[in-house]
């Protein structure tokens, strides 16, 4: 097989043209047979706008095609693995992205992991969500963050990652034998949608307990048997249970999950993060900048931006999680605190379009202690509570943010819980307000009426986490054998494509150790 690249069609020529195309760049005969399956599909605003494609094509004497431009051979990932039986059962804290991938993989081996989550199962926890977004009555073991599926099912479950690794396709695979949508396995910035994403992870559940793993839903790991610097086993309130492998995939909001590693020994460090507020706009605005004289032939496809500023305080700012046709929710997990994040359904339909705006901080803004960064948040959380009373979120126009004044919102925002005017300016510390300000004019540049025709609506404080559970090359804890962290609470991902993989690789290192 070869992989062909940059076959383009115009925004206009439907992909029937695509054989044709792909006859022409590699100089077929029209009698020459082959087939073809898409790679990959990304929409070019530059100059022309048009549909550039990578095409994997099987055809005869691939190697005559080599010379080509934009031609190359074409290895997929192959999984193999020998299913053995091994002499203990793996457990798995936390069932989000990278414990699902962990699990998924290790059961493949062989192995009947034991997985623990603190939050529901997908049904009950939409539920509870529900329940919240309608009375402001938070369950905290089961919400936005915890439960079946991890952090990114109320999300927008797009599925980008800067990171190169043939095993995205591995999971892109997975996801689509669960039930994603097809074309996630070619767009260029894959999205399924927190309704279809929920699908997926529940159909993988089922299929994960037929297959040996047994899960305990609504069971929160509250202490680790360690002895003699190598993990044991764990508790719950529900009994111990003994393993020489635990995998932590708990996330960035576990915070009982850090002071218990604390109290225990295992060796943690702080690291920075970053703060800020979504922004929200009209999506029509956004389609109409980002496809300008395209947006007649595009304005069904709700479109993204990506946004990085650099300001004279040092202190970068960028646009984060995107959610086109989305709506901004409350992701708190604790009664009195408030922190926003972002989610849409696979239609992406809501008609507004949301983002973090997230300032980069470091110990300037929050000390060297090692919890201070965690600290550093749950400060800002809390004071969004205070301020409310309540679960709304704290909101201003973005032109009056920079005024300084606060006036009626321009429009109302998709936060379901209420919001509150208030003049972001007297919530964040100054040098935060400095490097706001300085970003929201540039981005007004790249996107002109991103000012007039915004608002804001906050605090966003979760994008990352705020300690780094440190391990060796193995992906053992530095000091604690057999302990393993992984995925974004561990400070080794950030999203879901880049956790999921966290979990794989983890895993193979379990298997080729225990083998
Ligand atoms: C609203 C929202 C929208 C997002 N949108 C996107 C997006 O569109 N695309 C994207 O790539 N990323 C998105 N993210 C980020 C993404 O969800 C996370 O990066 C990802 O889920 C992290 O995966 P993880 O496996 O490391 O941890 P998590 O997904 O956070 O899962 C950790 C799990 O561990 C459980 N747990 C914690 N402590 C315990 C304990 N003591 N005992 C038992 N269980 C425990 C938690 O309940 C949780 O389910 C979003 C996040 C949020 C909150």
Redesign the pocket.
């Known amino acids: 097989m070869i992989i062909v690249r940059q076959v383009k069609l115009d925004l206009l020529e439907g992909e029937e043209k695509l054989a044709l195309k792909l006859r022409h760049k590699l100089h077929l005969d029209k009698d020459e047979k082959f087939s073809y399956k898409i790679e990959h599909r990304s929409l070019d605003l530059r100059k022309k706008a048009h549909y550039s494609y990578s095409l994997i094509v099987e055809i005869k004497n691939e190697q005559r095609f080599l010379h080509l431009k934009d031609v190359e051979l074409y290895k997929p990932f192959k999984l193999e693995l020998k299913p053995q039986q091994y002499p203990f059962r793996p457990i798995i ?7 699902i991938f962990a699990n998924y993989l290790l059961v493949k081996a062989g192995f009947k992991p034991i997985v ?4 529901s199962r997908i049904l009950n926890r939409v539920k509870a969500v529900e329940h919240f977004l309608k009375t402001g009555e938070l369950n905290e073991e089961s919400n ?4 079946e ?4 099912t ?7 990652t800067r990171i190169k690794d043939p095993l995205i396709s591995f999971i892109t695979e997975v996801l689509i034998a669960y039930g994603a949508p097809c074309e996630i396995r070619y767009e260029h910035h894959p ?1 399924i949608g927190t309704d279809k994403i929920r699908t997926v992870i529940q159909n993988l559940t089922d299929d994960m307990m037929q297959k040996g793993s047994s899960f305990h839903f609504d ?4 202490d680790l048997l360690i002895k003699d610097h190598q993990i044991k086993g764990v508790i719950t309130a529900k009994g111990t249970y003994q393993s020489p492998v635990v995998i932590l ?6 915070e ?2 850090y002071e218990l590693l604390y109290k225990k020994g295992v060796y943690l460090e702080n690291k920075a993060l970053a703060v800020g507020f979504r922004v929200e706009h009209p999506q029509e605005l956004i389609d109409r900048l980002q496809y300008k004289d395209n947006y007649a032939f595009l304005k069904e496809i709700p479109s993204e931006y990506f946004l990085r500023a650099k300001t004279s305080l040092n202190k970068g700012v960028f646009s984060f ?1 995107m ?1 086109p046709g989305g709506e901004i ?1 409350n ?1 708190s997990f604790k009664k009195d605190r408030v922190l926003t ?3 849409s359904y696979y239609k992406r339909d809501s008609q507004l379009a949301n983002s973090a705006i997230l300032v980069q901080i470091d110990t300037s803004d929050y000390g060297e202690a090692l919890f201070a960064p965690l600290d550093y948040i749950k400060a800002l959380e809390k004071k969004a509570y205070d301020i409310t009373r309540s679960n709304k979120a704290l909101a201003q126009n973005i032109k009056d943010y920079l005024k300084k004044e606060v006036h009626p919102l321009i429009f109302n925002s998709s936060y379901r819980l209420g919001t509150k005017l208030y003049d972001l300016n007297a919530f964040f510390d100054a040098p935060i307000n400095k490097a706001l300000h300085e970003a929201l004019h540039h981005f007004d540049k790249l996107l002109p009426g991103f000012i007039d025709k915004g608002i804001i609506v906050g605090p966003e404080t ?1 994008s990352s986490a705020p300690l780094r559970i440190k391990r060796d090359q193995s992906r053992q804890s530095v000091n604690t054998k057999g302990l393993y962290p ?4 561990a400070g080794y ?5 880049s ?1 999921a993989l966290d ?1 794989l690789h983890t895993a193979f290192k379990i298997i080729e150790i225990s083998s």
Request: glycine share 28%; hydrophobic share 30%; with cysteine.
């Open positions: 804290i936390g069932y989000g992205p990278s414990g623990f989550e603190r939050g936005v963050q915890f439960g599926g991890g952090a990114g109320f999300s927008d479950a797009k599925l980008t999205h069971e929160r790991v509250s995939a708990c996330g960035h909001s576990s009982d999950i999680c959610c929710v992701a994040n972002g989610m979760r992984i995925g974004e609470g991902g950030g999203g879901i494509m956790c979990g």
